[in-house]
């Protein structure tokens, strides 16, 4: 799946999401930092996109996440998984 497609699919149905929702494989650090959940909605609302049917909107949706959501991915280390941005190392969860 996606970047898009994991924000797409975090977000169907909601109005807000908390600092748990952070979508897998995304540094929650950074995440909760610039709080992108609130950030994203915004931008959303800002273009007036409908929440709950982001699906014609893929391509914004994808161009918002590589422009804010690409450097927070977390990378796969041996151990371990770390995010580029903050260099804060996480436990690899099986």
């Known amino acids: 799946m996606n970047i ?3 924000i797409i699919n975090l977000f169907a149905g909601r109005n ?12 929650p650090n950074c995440w909760g930092r610039n709080e992108y959940g609130g950030a994203f909605y915004a931008a959303i609302k800002n273009q ?10 893929v391509g914004w949706v994808q ?17 371990e998984v770390v995010c580029e941005k903050c260099k804060v190392k996480y ?3 099986s």
Do not use: W
Request: charged share 30%.
């Open 4 to 6: 898009a497609e994991r």
């Open 16 to 27: 807000e999401l908390t600092l748990a929702d952070v979508p897998q494989d995304f540094c």
């Open 48 to 57: 007036g996109i409908n929440i709950n049917d982001m699906k014609a909107h």
């Open 63 to 79: 161009d918002y996440a590589n422009k804010h959501l690409n450097s927070i991915l977390l990378k796969s280390d041996e151990a």
């Open 91 to 93: 436990a690899k969860v």
